[in-house]
């Protein structure tokens, strides 16, 4: 059964104060590692994809990483407005484009 | 710019009440996917439709029915709700059409669901 797992739960930073979130995963080959963040009230926004061990993606203060059994969202000198939950979801071949989510992280940056 | 619209956005049922759930993309999108979040669950496909005219059930599909009325909408039925099935509800849908693609999923925002 293929499986997410994200740590922390939750994760409280001060402004400026890098970090990383962790999503690990156990599944029968990977097609593709999705990251998504989720404000309060609303549905999840699209972030990255990232399709095989060593990629690497970024946008803004947000990178994201891959290897074989785990992906990482690193976060570089944060702001308050970055506080969300963060999702990561993973899809395998043969599964008509499903999503398999983890339980997420919930971000808070403080001023 | 609408992307993915549900409605309603609030809903409140009494139990055994039946009750349809919309949802419509303007993205020309193939796929579409019905997901149900509760806390500390994640979310979880309760069905999905991979192209126009095809429905295949997800990870919870108990309890509920789905039509895919076209390629822009696709709906979701209580047939006789259940407090189990309080929860908040998310459309999504990606230009994925079968399972060598692996497009990203948009999501509505949602429809807050209490059933008492």
């Known amino acids: 059964e293929d499986q997410v797992t994200q740590s922390p739960e939750a994760l409280r930073l001060q402004e400026g104060e890098s970090s990383s979130l962790n999503c690990s995963y156990t599944v029968s080959g990977l097609r593709g590692l999705f990251w998504y963040r989720q404000d309060p009230g609303k549905g999840p926004e699209f972030l990255f994809t990232?399709?095989?061990a060593g990629e690497e993606k970024e946008k803004e203060r947000l990178k994201a990483t891959l290897t074989k059994k785990e992906s990482f969202l690193h976060i570089t000198a944060p702001k308050p407005e970055d506080s969300a939950t963060y999702l990561c979801a993973v899809q395998v071949p043969g599964t008509a484009s499903k999503l398999t989510f983890g339980t997420g992280t919930r971000l808070q940056v403080m001023l | 710019n609408a992307g993915v619209t549900q409605t309603p956005k609030f809903q409140v049922l009494k139990t055994g009440q039946s009750m349809t759930l919309q949802c419509a993309q303007d993205m020309n999108h193939n796929s579409m996917y019905w997901y149900r979040q509760d806390p500390g669950m994640g979310l979880r496909l309760i069905y999905y439709?991979?192209?126009?005219?095809?429905?295949d059930k997800g990870e919870v599909p108990n309890g509920y029915n789905v039509s895919r009325l076209n390629k822009r909408e696709f709906s979701l039925r209580l047939e006789s709700a259940a407090p189990s099935q309080t929860s908040v509800y998310f459309c999504?849908?990606?230009?994925?059409?079968?399972?060598?693609?692996?497009?990203?999923?948009?999501f509505g925002d949602g429809t807050r669901l209490s059933i008492l």
């Open positions: 999504a849908s990606s230009r994925s059409r079968d399972s060598v693609s692996n497009q990203p999923q948009h």
């Open positions: 439709s991979a192209s126009e005219g095809t429905t």
């Open positions: 990232l399709y095989s």
